[in-house]
């Protein structure tokens, strides 16, 4: 810490320092209970000890370690709501696929209906076409006087 010094008589070296709540650092010779040194303003003295709170503590320990730590903490905070998002996406991923599947299955069921149908419309249509002809047979056996229905159409062939 080649930053740190009394802010009042600059001295480096030292077991008992003070913090003041305006900023200030001052030795044990040089603090002044009532008001700060430096500024003038009253202010809250603080010993600086291994005691600190880290929020404290964390204005003297080095910046560049401090964001090392932040870094390291963004990084599994991060890492973890990576895999959160994974499992997410695995989870909708395999949903799309049975999606998929049912609605290949869905057309693939449909194209047949098609299939069935047209073949059925196609049956009615000669059955409709042979009824015609029969209903023509028997309406002109009606007219010549012959007898109709099953027997007489039995006959005839
Ligand atoms: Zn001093
Ligand atoms: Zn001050």
């Given amino acids: ?5 009394c802010n009042q008589c600059f001295r480096k070296d030292g077991a008992h320092f003070f913090v003041t709540s305006c900023g200030h ?4 010779k040089c603090v002044t209970l009532e008001k700060c ?14 005691n600190l709170k880290p929020q404290e503590k964390m204005f003297f320990k080095s910046p560049v370690e401090t964001a090392l ?3 390291s903490h963004i990084s599994q905070v991060w890492s973890f709501q990576k895999k959160q ?8 991923k395999h949903r799309i696929t049975k999606l998929e599947t049912a609605m290949q299955e869905a057309q693939q069921a449909l194209v047949s209906q098609d299939k069935e149908l ?3 419309r196609k049956e009615n249509g000669e059955l409709k076409k042979f009824l015609a002809i029969l209903k023509t047979l028997y309406q002109q056996r009606r007219h010549m006087g ?5 027997e007489a159409w039995t006959t005839s062939r």
Avoid: E, N
């Fill in 1 to 5: 810490m080649d930053w740190f010094h």
């Fill in 25 to 28: 650092i001052f030795c044990k």
């Fill in 37 to 50: 040194a430096v500024c003038g303003t009253a202010c809250k003295h603080l010993a600086l000890s291994d």
């Fill in 69 to 71: 730590q932040y870094f």
């Fill in 85 to 92: 998002t994974d499992l997410l996406i695995a989870f909708y």
């Fill in 118 to 120: 047209s073949v059925l």
């Fill in 146 to 150: 012959l007898p109709s229905g099953r």
